[in-house]
């Protein structure tokens, strides 16, 4: 039985994730997407745009947050659209959108009295190619559709931030300091490369190519974080962990509190056996980002590994209120609970995972 929970466990990890993680960034062409009324209407993103700015809102019901920003952003929305500015609430609760979902989105779109259009992501496909690590979040577009602004998990001052460069784009007002961050500009080869890597990843057919475009765009741009996290995940879905921990520390050598690079690098230190390294890099990434639901999971098994019970369910069962169709929530939980020599605990935690990658809830 133990050899087929780990052959299941191997599935798991081969599998999909349920997004493609930070794939972007401020000054990077957003992509185009198309996205569905709860009436059954098909809308592209170019029907969507903007003649200033675009506000992209990915949001999901189980997230508290949510209603905050979609409140600020039709209050924003109501005061500036006759300046230029579009918004669009993308629904990302589902992978394959139910009527239930449907149903939510309205009573949230009316409960709010939300003006713009509220759309749902079947398959979630803009949500994977936006790259977004946790919900709420907001994207700023140009009019050429350019990324201008991001805003992850909705904290109070950088809602208030985003809010400045806003307005000020659209009316010429100087923006406060705050809200002028500095973001690396990778130079347009590396970018090349880079993007050619990921329509290849996309692509069954040149997948195996991605890992080239890639090493080519950080040789072209050493400052570039975003081939090392590609490369990263790469390397470790492919059992490189030596390969794959190299490239998450050369992001951290840029990026020190980067939540993706810290969390990946610290599930592999746990793998392999050096847990208290992993733990330490967890902590960290979690006062760095406390809505990046992989942080939240991998520390899980980590202190269930560690003998911490209870903290490892709580962990777990957060993650699951954070990203309850993230199958990977269970896989780990199955695989701690397999480890523990809890069998029917592991089964049922790895029947779930496969629930949700079968049928996507």
């Not at 052959?7 to 990890?13: A, D, P, V, Y």
């Not at 985003?162 to 307005?167: A, E, I, R």
């Not at 040789?219 to 879905?237: K, M, N």
């Amino acid at each position: 039985m133990t050899v087929v929970f780990l052959l299941t466990f191997g599935l798991f990890i081969s599998a999909p994730a349920a997004a493609t993680l930070l794939v972007l960034q401020v000054g990077m062409e957003g992509p185009q997407f198309s996205l569905t009324s709860p009436e059954g209407k098909k809308v592209t993103s170019a029907e969507l745009k903007g003649e200033k700015l675009t506000v992209l809102v990915f949001w999901s019901s189980w997230i508290r947050k949510s209603e905050a920003a979609l409140t600020r952003m039709q209050k924003l929305f109501a005061q500036y659209r006759s300046a230029g500015l579009s918004v669009v609430g993308i629904n990302v609760d589902e992978l394959k959108v139910s009527p239930q979902t449907l149903r939510q989105v309205k009573a949230t779109r009316d409960k709010l009295k939300i003006e713009f259009p509220m759309l749902v992501d079947p398959g979630l496909v803009a949500f994977r190619d936006y790259g977004v690590i946790a919900l709420p979040t907001m994207v700023v577009l140009d009019k050429a559709g350019t990324i201008r602004h991001d805003l992850t998990g909705y904290p109070l001052l950088g809602a208030e931030e985003m809010d400045d460069f806003v307005v000020a784009t659209l009316t010429g007002a100087k923006p406060k300091a705050v809200a002028a961050k500095p973001h690396y500009q990778p130079t347009k080869s590396a970018l090349s490369f880079y993007n050619m890597g990921q329509n290849n990843l996309k692509s069954k057919l040149l997948a195996g190519k991605a890992e080239l475009w890639f090493k080519k765009s950080v040789e072209a741009d050493q400052g570039f974080v975003l081939p090392h996290l590609s490369l990263g995940r790469i390397y470790s879905d492919r059992g490189d962990q030596a390969l794959a921990q190299a490239e998450y520390q050369a992001v951290l050598a840029k990026e020190p509190r980067h939540p993706v690079a810290l969390c990946e690098l610290a599930i592999l230190l746990v793998e392999n056996g050096k847990a208290g390294e992993g733990r330490a890099l967890l902590d960290t990434a979690r006062s760095a980002e406390d809505s990046y639901a992989p942080c939240l999971y991998y520390s899980g098994y980590a202190l269930g590994r560690d003998g911490k019970g209870a903290d490892s369910a709580k962990l777990f069962d957060e993650a699951a209120k954070l990203a309850p169709f993230d199958y990977q929530v269970y896989s780990y939980q199955g695989k701690l609970f397999e480890q523990q020599k809890d069998l029917q605990k592991a089964a049922d935690s790895y029947g779930r995972a496969l629930e949700i990658i079968i049928h996507g809830h």
